[in-house]
């Protein structure tokens, strides 16, 4: 109770900025930090126009304008992933309702969705018996995307694996980082409708909260050093690199064990894909701007990591996990069906849509062509990137087929959310909180 109490007056000082001064015990020295060149200041870009944006991130579909709901994949799979947003919402019965367009949707407006569509499709009908139970049976809405257009940019994550000892050594010597606990959350929220989803990461330090420690800090200047923070060590700084972008990964230890981690908690910095960077210091060509040719050029120029990953200041903290990947709904995830989504615009667990385009990939990893992509997901995780209507992560899975498939899709296309009908003509009723 004390610390909660803390915490809050911490930031009540910050917004205020009344913070008074707080006297620490002296730390030892941190030796200097190693030379690192400075980065190029960014870009300026034109503004792009204003879109305007309606209330809602999702808007009804007329039926005339449904698409079709083909689906790619087997049923096994989309079963499994319904089966654990299900368990998610048995623990959320409390949380409020979300927004669809002009309607209020609750939890158990999704969860009477999600049963519908696993009978429907669980059922064996002819294709066009079942094409048209679901547009009889459900209410179906589209992002808006990022343009207002309905424009969604879909890409792929996938879940590392790497190799690592629970001790420091000579060949593993790169550390996995449980959350410190001097790293504090504030939401903004609390102080006025105005910071409404805003939310601050950092730390305090002589009686003002700052931010936390960058990934530069942390990994070329030893900010944690010393602090008994370590899950595992391992041996590849650049694999590690790309565990934090995927947000969670198996290590596999000297003894054969497997350490499952995921996602704990983050710095709080910003998101800054290395990309733009590498190709603004011409060490790529906008033909070698994909992933498979970046790691390359990482793995070749070990002497540049220092400056080219502490770009992205954003820096990933762990846990140990029982199976996993684990999402945000605390619950593993499934290949091919569980998308990451901005969890301030759609609701996590919810039964979705998408069309796109994926990749045929050779054995090598090239893309050989591009073929249609249509299936039912489940948005199940969230992403430090992918913010926004406009965006949609992929799970791909585990192992290097799913690395390559991943690193290759990179595609727009649309995103739908459905919902159970209710007696009404409509999910929820309409204009009730309005």
């Known amino acids: 109770m004390f610390k909660k109490f ?98 209020w949707v609750s939890v158990n407006d999704l969860q009477d969705s999600l049963i519908a569509l696993r009978e429907i499709l669980r059922s064996g009908e002819p294709e066009e018996v079942r094409q048209a139970r679901i547009r009889e049976t459900f209410d179906v809405y589209q992002s808006i995307g990022s343009d207002g257009k309905n424009t969604v940019l879909f890409t792929g994550y996938f879940e590392s694996r790497l190799k690592g000892s629970l001790q420091k050594t000579e060949q593993f010597r790169y550390p996995v980082y449980k959350t410190p606990d001097d790293a504090i959350t504030v939401n903004l929220g609390k102080f ?73 908690f983050r710095n709080g910095r910003p998101f800054q894909s290395i990309s733009p960077y590498l190709l603004k210091m011409g060490k790529i060509t906008p033909q070698e701007n994909s992933y498979r040719e970046i790691k390359k050029y990482l793995k070749e120029h070990p002497d540049e990591l220092p400056e080219i990953l502490g770009y992205n200041e954003n820096f990933i903290f762990f846990r140990v996990v029982g199976e996993g990947p684990v999402g945000a709904i605390e619950e593993v995830l499934t290949p091919g069906r569980s998308i990451a989504t901005d969890p301030a615009l759609f609701p996590k667990g919810a039964p979705a849509f998408i069309r796109t385009r994926k990749p045929v990939l050779d054995r090598e990893g090239n893309v050989e062509s591009w073929i249609p992509c249509s299936r039912f997901v489940v948005s199940q995780d969230v992403g430090g990137a992918i913010k926004g209507a406009g965006r949609v992560d992929l799970f791909c899975g585990s192992g290097s087929e799913a690395e390559m498939l991943a690193g290759s899709l990179k595609e727009k296309g649309e995103l739908y959310f459905l919902v159970k009908k209710r007696g009404n003509g409509g999910s929820d009723q309409r204009n009730a909180r309005k």
Request: glycine content about 8%; some cysteine.
């Open 6 to 103: 803390v915490l809050g007056m911490v930031a009540l000082c910050f917004l205020a900025g009344c913070a008074a001064p707080v006297r620490r015990p002296a730390t030892r020295p941190t030796p200097p930090p190693p030379v690192v060149k400075p980065f190029p200041p960014p870009a300026k870009r034109a503004p792009s126009p204003a879109v305007p944006q309606p209330d809602s991130p999702l808007i009804r579909v007329s039926d005339d304008r449904l698409p079709p709901f083909a689906d790619d994949m087997d049923l096994e799979s989309l079963e499994a992933a319904v089966e654990k947003s299900l368990q998610y919402y048995k623990r959320a019965a409390g949380k409020g309702p979300v927004r669809m367009d002009d309607a």
């Open 192 to 264: 006025g409708d105005r910071y409404k989803n805003e939310q601050l990461i950092g730390r305090v330090k002589n009686g003002e909260l700052v931010p936390y420690f960058s990934r530069g800090e942390i990994e070329n200047q030893g900010s944690l050093d010393g602090r008994d923070l370590e899950l595992a060590w391992v041996d590849d700084r650049v694999d590690l690199f790309f565990m934090h972008t995927q947000g969670s990964g198996k290590i596999e230890l000297t003894d054969g064990r497997l350490l499952q981690v995921g996602y704990a």
